[in-house]
T-cell receptor, first 112, second 113 residues
């Protein structure tokens, strides 16, 4: 079946540190891949997406590249801020399907 | 603000009761999705409607039902509630069907006591 596996959290970093949150997926065909962010007490916000192999999604300093050969979509940011503290979800939609399949989420805390 | 609205924000009810959660999609979006977020199951897809018709079903219990009305708002009905139904229920909307971007509402937190 289709599934998404994220690195286990929580992840705690200092401000201005480099961030990587690993995400790998299992899916048939060519899924679209997404990163969503959930700030405390809020709903999910679409952070970035990629729809085909080697696509790079980027937004607000975050980047992720669709790597078909390693079935990965790792989230990176060069210099994190306290305001980036949130739960990050990697997700996919299988080609032709309707539903998002989410990873378990990774809680990120940035200390000043 | 995603443009997706959900009411109520919080709901506290007793076991055995029935509740209705409401969602209004973004202007122009025809698809509405419902997801459940719980500590043990994570984020799970429940059901999708497109322009009033059911398009996809996920891990939705038989005690749960949904519909999408002609004005495109959607309601999720949860009946015979159990303690395990306590969760955050999110509505999302998208322009069409398939791998379009889904925009999420703020969620309804349901607590069953």
């Amino acid at each position: 079946g289709n599934s998404v596996t994220q690195m286990e959290g929580p992840v705690t970093l200092s401000e201005e540190a480099f961030l990587t949150i690993n995400c790998t997926y299992t899916a048939t065909g060519y899924p679209s891949l997404f990163w969503y962010v959930q700030y405390p007490g809020e709903g999910l916000q679409l952070l970035l997406k990629a729809t085909k192999a080697d696509d790079k999604g980027s937004n607000k300093g975050f980047e992720a590249t669709y790597r078909k050969e390693t079935t990965s979509f790792h989230l990176e940011k060069g210099s994190v801020q306290v305001s980036d503290s949130a739960v990050y979800f990697c997700a996919l939609i299988r080609q032709g399907a309707q539903k998002l399949v989410f990873g378990q989420g990774t809680r990120l805390t940035i200390n000043p | 603000d995603s443009g997706v609205t959900q009411t109520p924000k919080h709901l506290i009810t007793a076991t055995g009761q029935r509740v209705t959660l409401r969602c209004s999609p973004r202007s122009g979006d025809l698809s509405v999705y419902w997801y459940q977020q719980s500590l043990d199951q994570g984020l799970q897809f429940l059901i999708q409607y497109y322009n009033g018709e059911e398009r996809a079903k996920g891990n939705i219990l038989e005690r749960f039902s949904a519909q999408q009305f002609p004005d495109l708002h959607s309601e999720l009905n949860l009946s015979s509630l159990e303690l395990g139904d306590s969760a955050l229920y999110f509505c999302a909307s998208s322009v069409g069907v398939g791998d379009y971007e889904q925009y999420f509402g703020p969620g309804t937190r349901l607590t069953v006591t």
